[in-house]
């Protein structure tokens, strides 16, 4: 209950993003052009990201929200748009970069086990990738109503595999939405499991997490 309580309270006094302040961007690594995917949290939409893709732009990657508004859960809308968006941009910049928070981490997952060839690497922030409708405090049973065509244990199982790119998975004990230990990918020999703190819903702007992406976007992995 108090995790649950701390959700509430951080939603409730939100913080005031000092880490996107312009004046920080000397203190992070110059990017290498490539595009970022970054994917928005259950009902969630790019909105949340703008300031996170702001920052990311500015540090010399190209970054893009989904584009698909308000993040629904795996409808088949979402699902080809997922598609058709990381096409155009893999079309036009090469091997992207996909960040996803939340259910959005799932989503870059699949991705990354689909279309392996347009994914530089993925990077997941506080995502149940493993057993994702048990994997959360609040009952998920009202949701499923919403996605009545979509095979969910198939979806899942493709989630959880080992991604065949590189991979990063961000964590918090301090999880109030989620189980910290099904969003570490434990079986994978090319994946990263890194510990943050602080409440789910602080994520986006969260300064360890924005760390730890920037650190992760500057790795090379030859040529895209």
Request: include cysteine; glycine fraction near 10%.
């Amino acid at each position: 209950f108090s995790r649950l309580l701390a959700e509430y309270l951080a939603l409730a006094c939100p913080s005031p993003f000092p880490v996107f302040d312009s004046g920080t961007l000397g203190g992070f690594a110059r990017g290498d052009g490539h595009a970022v995917l970054v994917l928005p949290a259950s009902l969630r939409s790019d909105r949340q990201t703008v300031k996170l893709r702001a920052f990311i732009t500015g540090l010399g990657y190209a970054a893009y929200g989904w584009s698909l508004g308000v993040n629904m859960g795996p409808t088949a809308r979402v699902l080809v748009g997922i598609t058709e968006r990381l096409a155009e941009l893999s079309a036009r910049h090469g091997a992207v970069s996909l960040v996803g928070f939340s259910m959005g981490g799932l989503f870059a997952r699949l991705l990354s086990a689909r279309f392996p060839a347009r994914v530089r690497q993925v990077i997941t922030v506080c995502s149940p990738i493993h057993q994702p409708a048990s994997s959360v405090w609040v009952p998920l049973e009202p949701f499923l109503g919403f996605w009545p065509a979509v095979d969910l244990r198939a979806l899942s199982a493709e989630i959880g595999a080992p991604p065949p790119v590189p991979s990063t998975c961000i964590y918090s004990r301090d999880d109030g939405i989620v189980r910290w230990a099904h969003c570490c990918d434990a079986g994978s020999s090319s994946g990263d499991n890194i510990e943050v703190s602080g409440p789910h819903v602080t994520m986006p702007h969260n300064p360890e997490v924005i760390r730890i992406l920037v650190a992760r976007l500057a790795r090379r992995f030859g040529p895209a």
